[in-house]
């Protein structure tokens, strides 16, 4: 079995050397690799492609390897590893500033809001918000509890999903 991936580091001495350790320890082959150290992400770090080979047991294990070592893996055979969070927000929104409530959630590390509808009130406290979040896998529950700090701190009813 072959699994294709993309991790993305930490421009340092040491980073691909501590992303390849447990491909090898582990007992899986690699059988290619793409390392651009010119090639950027939005946030500075370097994605790295890997096609790695083993049997799925070893496989899974390289993956949770990595992940524990503190590697992003940001694709696995082309397909993003971003969680989706859907929530509204109701209450006085647009006089509580979206603008901020929107940079206190993307100041999180692997989150971005990806979409915001809002639904306008001639009461503004009955005012709308439906947020969709992109999240990088396993920080979800980050994302839930920012939300639920952000309702009690600005008056928000908010409602996430299930």
């Given amino acids: 079995m072959r699994l294709n991936l993309v991790l993305e580091l930490l421009d340092v001495p040491g980073q691909l050397l501590d992303a390849l350790n447990p491909i090898g320890r582990l ?4 059988v290619a690799i793409i390392h651009q150290r010119d090639v950027k992400t939005e946030r500075g770090t370097i994605p790295v ?3 790695i080979e083993g049997d799925k047991e070893t496989l899974d294990k390289v993956l ?3 992940e524990e070592s503190g590697i992003q893996i940001i694709q696995v055979d082309g397909v993003l590893r971003k ?4 929530t509204v927000l109701i209450g006085n929104i647009v006089d509580q500033d979206v603008k901020d409530t929107v940079d206190i959630l993307n100041q999180l590390e692997g ?3 990806a979409d915001l509808d809002l639904k306008m009130s001639d009461q503004p406290e009955r005012s709308a918000s439906k947020i969709i979040i992109e999240a990088e896998y396993g920080r979800k529950k980050d994302v839930m509890r920012k939300l639920k700090e952000l309702g009690s701190l600005k008056g928000f ?3 996430n999903e299930v």
């Fill in 49 to 51: 492609q890997i096609t």
């Fill in 157 to 159: 009813l908010v409602i």
């Fill in 111 to 113: 989150v971005m809001v």
């Fill in 64 to 66: 949770e390897s990595i």
């Fill in 27 to 30: 007992g899986a082959n690699i």
């Fill in 83 to 86: 969680e989706k969070v859907t």
